[in-house]
């Protein structure tokens, strides 16, 4: 039998392939899972703090800086602060359109909108998915918070960032929306409410489509959650229109989105609880 | 007690690599990354003869990365493992000595199949629809590239560093 090293503590050319199945069918038949929720609700707290650590709007407060580089230091901040306010001015004048064209036509209408308190469960991003290959965070809460398959994320102004998409008992995984395989129903915030469906494109950005043709779109419309997604309330907010792409030969068109958050400046989520 | 200790610690190093791993070298890199932390500190405990060490190193690394990991459990596992039986089996049947060119070699040819096996892996689920089809192997085969160069000086660069510390080159 061949033997890798030659000592007391030899091991055997099998014993590598016998640990991988082990270790695999240990998982797959859920008897580590106790372990497993152990060791992760162990370096969730690091991890957190460690990613929140690593992002670039907490890494630029860190360093010293000159007096010249506070002022501009202090101007980045401002803009981000008034960057936020409009943000929050924008969604609130959204939800308040939709109420008021709710309650005009039926009175059930507001009766649902009451009946439809979001309840939310706030959680921490902890870190990226272990490849890193499309946008994907974990976060430290899971199915014994109330998480499961297909709960829409929010940041805490409302803004649709994901789905849930694995969830394990103190965390979950997180598909962004501006990842390529994510599918949310929309409407557009225009006179028509034109419906589509909202995709990643390039693991950056969003592209609404199917919006009828003859459907009137502008520059910064706000497009939010139709609804018509299991488990997603109506009303999120996912992106502004950028640019209409209209091509007269088709039954739709398309708008690029610009969505209202950006990946890295995320750490603090909810998720929407049915 | 010490023992208890020793070990003890090695597992806190373990977890503390695996969270410096997806907490902060992930999210440094735009596309993937270009140093893979576990597989490193597993090369390196292979490489200084501590080759159960390195094992069960690799083992608890990896079943945690793998749990963060939004590919179906065992693919990086596997992968990993794949990456370090080359490096064990370069180690022990083709170079047999410890000199830098061997650790060049054998650390870049570990790497290149643990990325092999992994991208084979991907390969494989996309053709199964389990992965998405927008998975980029350019960018994936250039950042492979730069992490098996990455891996190769530094694997080179600590067991050379240990070898003269165990030498007491260091000792005043």
Request: glycine residues 4%; negative net charge.
């Amino acid at each position: 039998m061949p033997y890798l090293i030659d000592n007391t503590r030899s091991i055997r050319w099998w014993h590598i392939p016998a640990l991988l199945i082990a270790l695999v069918f240990l998982h797959y038949t859920h008897i580590l899972t106790p372990l497993e929720n152990l060791l992760t609700r162990l370096i969730q707290p690091i991890q957190s703090r460690v990613y929140a650590a690593t992002q670039p709007h907490t890494l630029i407060a860190a360093t010293d800086a000159s007096v010249e580089d506070l002022s501009k230091q202090e101007l980045i901040t401002e803009y981000k602060t008034l960057e936020e306010r409009t943000q929050q001015l924008l969604i609130e004048n959204t939800r308040l359109r939709t109420v008021i064209e709710e309650s005009e036509l039926l009175k059930e209408q507001i009766a649902f909108l009451e009946e439809h308190q979001f309840r939310y469960v706030n959680a921490r991003i902890t870190s990226v998915s272990t490849e890193n290959i499309s946008p994907t965070v974990i976060i430290n809460k899971g199915a014994s918070e109330g998480a499961i398959l297909g709960l829409p994320v929010v940041i805490s102004n409302g803004v649709l960032i994901g789905i849930i998409t694995d969830v394990q008992d103190y965390s979950s995984e997180v598909r962004l929306v501006t990842n390529v395989d994510s599918r949310v129903s929309a409407l557009l915030q225009n006179q028509a409410q034109s419906p589509g469906i909202v995709k990643g494109e390039h693991n950056l950005s969003l592209v609404m489509d199917f919006v009828p043709q003859l459907d009137i779109v502008s520059v910064y419309d706000s497009v939010f959650t139709s609804g018509a997604d299991p488990l997603i309330p109506q009303g999120l907010l996912i992106g502004q229109v950028q640019e209409v792409k209209k091509e007269p030969s088709s039954l739709f068109q398309q708008a690029i989105l610009k969505p209202f958050f950006h990946q890295t400046e995320i750490s603090i989520v909810s998720f929407i609880l049915p | 007690m010490k023992i208890f200790l020793r070990e003890f610690l090695w597992i806190l190093l373990i977890l503390a690599v695996v969270v410096l791993h997806v907490s902060v070298v992930n999210t440094f890199f735009v596309q993937y990354p270009i140093v893979h932390l576990i597989l490193l500190v597993a090369f390196f405990f292979c490489a200084v003869d501590m080759i159960p060490r390195g094992l069960l190193s690799l083992a608890i690394g990896g079943y945690l990365l793998d749990l963060f990991s939004s590919f179906p459990f065992g693919v990086t596992l596997v992968s990993l493992f794949v990456g370090l039986g080359t490096f064990l089996f370069l180690q022990h049947t083709v170079f047999k000595n410890k000199a830098l060119h061997a650790m060049v070699i054998n650390a870049s040819l570990a790497t290149i199949a643990f990325q092999a096996t992994f991208l084979l892996f991907i390969w494989i689920l996309q053709q199964l629809t389990i992965v998405s089809a927008a998975f980029q192997f350019v960018p994936a085969f250039q950042s492979a590239g730069i992490q098996v160069a990455v891996h190769a000086i530094l694997i080179t660069l600590f067991t050379a560093l240990f070898t003269l510390w165990k030498r007491r080159v260091f000792a005043v």
